[in-house]
């Protein structure tokens, strides 16, 4: 795109040359935002502000103190559940509800005392969550998506799960589907 201004009558105006390469450039990533919006969009990744009332703390709270374990399948695959969900790089805080490991477990350490679902999560983590898309997994035409929380069938909006002590959650896309293996490493959590 950049060539197409040489030799043109703008291209002897330097401030012309980066005001139309700044307007393609804004036209071609709202084309990139526009297709990425399929399904639920990706929100922001927090980076220490304030969000969905979860703050990012200079310290993990005491008051609430639990864990969750996630995973999430995409036709047959894991999709990654990174570390440092909800630890803003160069920040020195930490939110709520986050992650120290890539292994699925959920940490939930509030200084206050109050309830929190997936949502939650999710919004922390900058993914969207939707009846239809998951991280990176989403439905295409005659997929679903099958969720299960402690075994058990989950058939609600995945966004209500609640996030309570020792949670078991798995959220597949698919076909393929199978009952997920009770996960039990709790490992003292």
Known sequence: MVSSFVGSSSSLN?????????????????????????????GPVPSGE???????????????????????????????????IGIPAGKRCIYWLHTHTPDGILHIEAPQDRSFTLRDFFTVWGQPLSSSSAASAHLSRHEKMKVWVNGKVYTKDPRTIPLVAHADLVIQVGPPFAKPKPFTAWNGL
């Not at 979860?54 to 709270?61: P, V």
């Not at 609430?64 to 374990?69: A, F, M, N, T, W």
């Open 50 to 84: 304030t969000v969905g009332g979860i703050s990012c703390d200079a310290q993990e709270g005491q008051r609430i103190h639990i864990h969750q374990h996630l995973v999430i399948m995409d036709h047959g695959k894991p999709v990654d559940i990174p570390a440092r």
């Open 14 to 42: 330097p401030i012309s040359n980066i005001m139309t390469f700044s307007r393609t450039l804004v036209l071609a990533l709202g084309l990139t935002v526009t297709t990425a919006s399929r399904g639920a969009a990706q």
